[in-house]
């Protein structure tokens, strides 16, 4: 039976895996860099890894500048050229 709350497993988790805060450092570093950090939130863990040399604490990849900055740009240049 769980006993633990959400908060004790996830510090134990970060503990024993220390790429969850790495991971973490990753979000902060796009929370502070990125103008689209509010509609992407900065996860992909899997693309950092791969795009990073292994690491997870990157920003910017191929893929969130494909799925997440240019479809952001390209919906927000509709969305003016369409403004009365
Ligand atoms: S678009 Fe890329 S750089 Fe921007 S917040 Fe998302 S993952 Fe980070």
Known sequence: ???????????????????ITEFWQGVDACRDTCPAFAF???????NRYFEHAGRFDGTRTRYCTTAKIALLEGVTRHVRSHAH
């Open 1 to 19: 039976m769980l006993k633990d709350g959400l908060y004790v497993l996830v510090a134990e988790a970060e503990e024993r895996t220390p790429w």
């Open 40 to 46: 992407c939130g900065g996860a992909h863990a899997a």
